[in-house]
């Protein structure tokens, strides 16, 4: 088997490989996927698309790429063909694309999640190349079980574009020390929040965003929580993000703001909502399972960076 680099392919070379990776992650995740594919084609024709695929016997059976921004690389789907996976070309061609983006000096940081992947041993084989870890869960609920009025004292309102400034504060706050926090670098700085933010709600970095779904609490001093959503397709909505404060934190926000979005998904005809979570987070896990939520996939959450700096997980 042969890793040669994306830039030797065209988006006609893979667009097999391609189409058949967007059914199955809708059929697996109820994501559409093609804005991600369209994306993926648009640099392989201009031959910018970092990574590698897999040729064997001639035959192009999987690809995996990873993009850079400010020093930070960030490793996107790793996708083998049916009757290809478990047969080490994963483990192998992660393993080419590692090795490029780790002896790339412009990286001083390289992370991952591996939500898109079909390898089961992916996660370990970021283990082995010296990344941090951390395990977490994407859990769907569908929508047409009973979902609870939530707690009348909270009083939810749409947000608003001037309001993205200040749910990226309150993001932030609600991740200081959190394992979250250590493992993706979208959370360690307020800039870092509010380009998260503005990328959600406004550059449909996650599906589509839903003002319809997605709310604010305020409180007498400024916003107390929020929750930023987005359709994955035409009959699946997502929880992009839920933060609370940590002063206002126990007393029933999060529920009130997960429950008065799967209220809003089901009255757009949604049939399944869907988000993830790190497994260390105890508290939020629990209010999901709680909340209807259950296991649909697990995955890992990778952070490298580059010597002498060191990645330090809170206890």
Known sequence: MRTP????????????????????????????????????????????????????????????????????????????????????????????????????????????????????????????????????????????????????????????????????????????????????????TPAHCKNFVDTLALRAGCGSFDGEASAIVDGPSGALGVLLASRLSGSAGHICQVSVLPEAQGGGLGSALVLAALRSFRRQGLASASLSVTLGNTAAYRLYERLGFRLRKAFGAHAWVRPPATIELPA
């Open 5 to 188: 680099p994306l830039s030797a392919f065209s988006a006609r070379d893979l667009g097999p490989l391609l189409d058949e990776e967007a059914a199955h992650w809708q059929s697996e995740l109820h994501w559409d996927y093609s804005e991600v594919s369209a994306a993926v084609r648009a640099g392989l024709d201009r031959h910018s698309l970092l990574g590698r695929a897999a040729v064997a016997d001639g035959e192009l059976v999987a690809y995996c790429y990873f993009i850079q921004e400010s020093g930070r690389a960030v490793v996107g789907s790793l996708y083998a063909a049916d009757g290809r996976r478990e047969s080490g070309c994963e483990e192998a061609l992660l393993q080419a694309v590692l090795q490029d983006a780790l002896s790339d000096g412009d990286n001083a940081r390289v992370e991952c999640q591996t939500l898109f992947s079909t390898s089961r041993a992916a996660d370990e084989g970021f283990q082995r190349a010296g990344f941090r870890s951390l395990p977490r869960h994407y859990l769907l609920r569908e929508l047409g079980s009973e979902i609870p009025e939530p707690r009348r004292e909270f009083t939810l309102r749409p947000v608003r574009k001037d309001d993205l400034g200040r749910a990226a504060e309150l993001i932030y706050e609600s991740h200081k020390g959190s394992l979250d926090a250590a493992l993706n670098l979208t959370y360690a």
